[in-house]
């Protein structure tokens, strides 16, 4: 048994010593200049692209309802970082955002998108379109605008039928009369 205890505690001692020359070497794979670029890399982290639009509205103006419109949304990179728009959507289907690049927009320079109206609603109309970008907010928001009148193409729908129409929905539906007991014992009693 003796021969059997010296050899556990060589074995315990080797592992020791291989445990602990392992762990020398990975401090000793911590470099200087790991450190600087690990400090580099956390420095540039915190830097962001900053999308700058020429106008944050485009007003139309007043359209006839159903005229196809398009304007052109011009933008450049102002912050310290390549700029990257992942997605430009709209509010609804009747405004269409499109022709924008998905490549890396570096800082200082240009770039633009069009947006496209189909003329759809009455009276006035907002809608918003968002442009998704690695920006520090990740979302810019541009609106359109316009005042669209009514189509002079419609069908026209007699007064008289507007009225009665207005009427039956602004009717009351007749309420059914309930009549209870208030004598005692016959509380929630209805008698018809």
Same mark, same amino acid.
């Given at each position: 048994?003796?021969?059997?205890?010296?050899?556990?505690?060589?074995?315990?001692?080797?592992?020791?010593?291989?445990?602990?020359?392992?762990?020398?070497?990975?401090?000793?794979?911590?470099?200087?200049?790991?450190?600087?670029?690990?400090?580099?890399?956390?420095?540039?982290?915190?830097?962001?692209?900053?999308?700058?639009?020429?106008?944050?509205?485009?007003?139309?103006?007043?359209?006839?309802?159903? =005229?196809?419109?398009? #304007? +052109?949304?011009?933008? %450049?990179?102002? @912050?310290?970082?390549?700029?990257? $728009?992942t997605n430009i959507s709209s509010s609804c289907g009747c405004t269409i955002p499109k022709d924008w690049s998905r490549e890396p927009l570096a800082a200082g320079k240009d770039g633009k998108f069009?947006?496209?109206?189909?003329?759809?609603?009455?009276?006035?109309? =907002?809608?918003?379109? #968002? +442009?998704?970008?690695? %920006?520090?907010? @990740?979302?810019?928001?541009?609106? $359109?605008?316009?005042?669209?009148?009514?189509?002079?193409?419609?069908?026209?729908?007699?007064?008289?039928?507007?009225?009665?129409?207005?009427?039956?929905?602004?009717?009351?539906?007749?309420?059914?009369?309930?009549?209870?007991?208030?004598?005692?014992?016959?509380?929630?009693?209805?008698?018809?």
């Amino acid at each position: 048994m003796n021969i059997m205890k010296k050899v556990l505690f060589g074995l315990g001692a080797l592992c020791l010593i291989a445990f602990t020359s392992c762990k020398e070497d990975a401090t000793s794979k911590v470099k200087a200049e790991n450190v600087a670029e690990a400090a580099k890399r956390d420095a540039n982290s915190t830097k962001f692209p900053v999308l700058e639009f020429d106008k944050s509205e485009h007003d139309f103006g007043e359209l006839e309802s159903k =005229t196809n419109v398009e #304007t +052109v949304f011009s933008y %450049t990179n102002t @912050g310290d970082a390549p700029l990257v $728009i992942t997605n430009i959507s709209s509010s609804c289907g009747c405004t269409i955002p499109k022709d924008w690049s998905r490549e890396p927009l570096a800082a200082g320079k240009d770039g633009k998108f069009t947006v496209k109206f189909n003329g759809a609603g009455n009276g006035n109309v =907002t809608k918003t379109v #968002t +442009v998704t970008a690695n %920006t520090e907010k @990740g979302r810019e928001v541009v609106r $359109i605008k316009a005042f669209i009148k009514p189509n002079p193409n419609a069908p026209q729908i007699p007064a008289s039928v507007n009225l009665q129409t207005a009427a039956k929905k602004a009717a009351p539906a007749a309420a059914k009369v309930v009549k209870s007991s208030t004598q005692p014992g016959h509380e929630g009693h209805n008698h018809d």
